[in-house]
């Protein structure tokens, strides 16, 4: 935990949400008022994440239109500057560590890896013949985390209790709708720096098991796809694809610049 509190580390955490922008959260702070303070904010953040009384905000709670579907929307939990700093100062000591368990076929939020690849990883597989192609897409996954599976496998990892106590805060810190405080016994607000992170914990145990069934699967986020060589691979693959799974079929050499169903993410 001292590590997470490190003066540096809070520093480092402070440039890092700068430089990322953003809007701020429920106390309505901005980025440029958090500057003009930023010294004493990161000696109150020091302090309280040494002597254990550090309590994060609610979320914000911030609706942006989902793309290609028209009337539906996607929640984002905005958590305020401050919370932003020591989530980024939770990430910057964490993620070392589990980016040694993270699969292969993981790309969303890491470090060198992007959904260009996923992509291009994708598109090889379909030229070599796997042209059929399951999607599936976990409805609702950051609103429906389970917070005891996540904290069990984020155990497995992290030995200081003080960590742990500390997600935990982050998770259960509540949302603003409204003006309305709304509890959270389960989720991880997209929006949130961590929340990525935890996604990856959550999904690597899938992302595992698909692979010791030698489907050929390409995950970001999410958003999951298993290449497969017939249809009867397909279907076997959708049992296990999600509540939001189907199955296409792609053409042979396909363009990568195509627009067709089989293209992921663009």
Not at 76 to 99: H, K, M, S
Not at 110 to 134: Q, T
Not at 154 to 163: A, G, L, P, T
Not at 217 to 226: K, P
Request: aromatic residues 6%; contains cysteine.
């Amino acid at each position: 935990m001292d590590k997470v509190y490190k003066r540096k580390n809070l520093e480092l955490a402070w440039e890092r949400v700068r430089r990322n922008k953003g809007g701020g959260g429920v106390d309505g702070q901005s980025l440029e008022e958090f500057k003009e303070s930023a010294d004493e904010h990161l000696d109150r953040l020091h302090e309280e994440l040494k002597t254990d009384t550090y309590a994060p905000q609610p979320v914000r709670q911030h609706l942006i239109p989902k793309a290609g579907q028209p009337g539906k929307f996607r929640s984002l939990g905005i958590p305020t500057i401050y919370d932003r700093v020591c989530q980024q100062a939770l990430l910057n000591r964490q993620e070392p560590i589990f980016e040694l368990v993270f699969d292969e076929a993981n790309f969303g939020y890491r470090k060198g890896r992007s959904a260009k690849d996923a992509l291009g990883k994708v598109w090889k597989e379909v030229k070599e013949g796997n042209e059929w192609i399951v999607d599936a897409d976990l409805k609702d996954f950051f609103g429906s985390v389970d917070h005891e599976k996540l904290m069990t496998l984020m155990n497995q990892r992290i030995s200081d209790s003080r960590v742990l106590c500390l997600i935990e805060k982050m998770l259960t810190a509540g949302c603003s709708v409204h003006g309305k405080l709304l509890p959270t016994p389960q989720g991880t607000p997209q929006g949130g720096v961590v929340s990525p992170l935890l996604s990856n914990v959550l999904l690597t145990p899938f992302d595992r098991e698909m692979r010791r069934k030698v489907y050929r699967l390409t995950r970001y986020a999410d958003d999951r796809l298993v290449t497969c060589k017939s249809k009867t691979e397909a279907q076997a693959a959708l049992k296990g694809g999600g509540a939001d799974s189907h199955a296409v079929r792609c053409g042979s050499a396909p363009r990568e610049d195509s627009n067709r169903p089989c293209t992921p993410w663009l």
